[in-house]
């Protein structure tokens, strides 16, 4: 993973309380156990929680809010009840992605009572966590996060949009594999401006299958710059039509 130096640290210092709890036990502390991930979308919240999965050799338990959120009056407490007693009784990492599906602030004004009730409900569930693995929770839209819940995670992991100095980094990653003709990674990052780390993927693998159906081994400028364009201009049409739609 290419992370920003402030959420590296704040995850290696996780790992490193996790995997050395002893040493904390020995002066009566204890680990992190409850992290948020925030941030905008396709920056790699996911992604890290598959890897602290697998720095710590524990399976990944991921929550699925289309199974979890129901229209029944107290069945999505009642889900949420099921799933922490699984996480209470199975070694692994539980992560609840989207959080904000289910964690959205209580002062809600469409708000018709359910919201408070599954609000309340994590928020009793995550203090009476006894589960050995840690709880990741993510979200793209930490506003709407309710306060209590937010203030209930052991540490808060921000996700920025990458600067060009960490584009240049995963081009140069990504680009070692293959023989490239015709631009650098210096290059890659300034067409991709302003792009998160998941942009950025899509363009490269779009770039890559463009070369591999002209049944060719190289990489070339014109097939990135292009993979490029496309997806500039996907997305201008995307945001037309929306506005438009609204």
């Not at 290696?12 to 050395?20: D, H, Q, S, V």
């Not at 959080?99 to 569930?125: C, H, M, P, W, Y």
């Not at 819940?149 to 100095?165: C, G, N, Q, T």
Request: proline share 4%; with cysteine.
């Amino acid at each position: 993973m290419v992370l920003g130096d402030r959420p590296r640290k704040r995850i290696c210092r996780f790992l490193e309380e996790y995997t050395k709890q002893e040493r904390l036990a020995a002066v009566g502390l204890t680990p992190k156990r409850k992290l948020l991930f925030f941030g905008p979308p396709g920056n790699g919240k996911t992604l890290c929680a598959e890897v602290v999965a697998g720095e710590l050799e524990m399976p990944l338990f991921y929550v699925r809010f289309d199974s979890l959120v129901a229209s029944y009056l107290g069945e999505t407490a009642a889900n949420l009840r099921r799933v922490f007693e699984f996480a209470n009784t199975n070694r692994g990492v539980v992560f609840f992605d989207e959080f904000d599906a289910i964690g959205k602030t209580r002062d809600a004004r469409d708000d018709v009572g359910e919201l408070k009730r599954v609000v309340n409900s994590f928020l009793q569930l995550l203090d009476g966590y006894t589960g050995q693995g840690p709880i990741i929770a993510a979200t793209n839209y930490e506003k709407l996060l309710d306060h209590a819940l937010a203030r209930r995670f052991d540490d808060l992991v921000h996700f920025p949009a990458p600067s060009e100095k960490q584009l240049v980094s995963y081009f140069r990653t990504r680009m070692k594999p293959f023989r490239v003709d015709g631009f650098t990674p210096e290059e890659a990052a300034g067409w991709c401006e302003a792009c998160s780390f998941s942009d950025a993927d899509r363009i490269f693998t779009e770039s890559l299958k463009t070369v591999a159906l002209e049944r060719s081994t190289t990489l070339t400028a014109g097939a990135f710059r292009e993979a490029v364009e496309s997806y500039r201009h996907a997305g201008s049409a995307y945001d037309t039509q929306r506005r438009e739609t609204n």
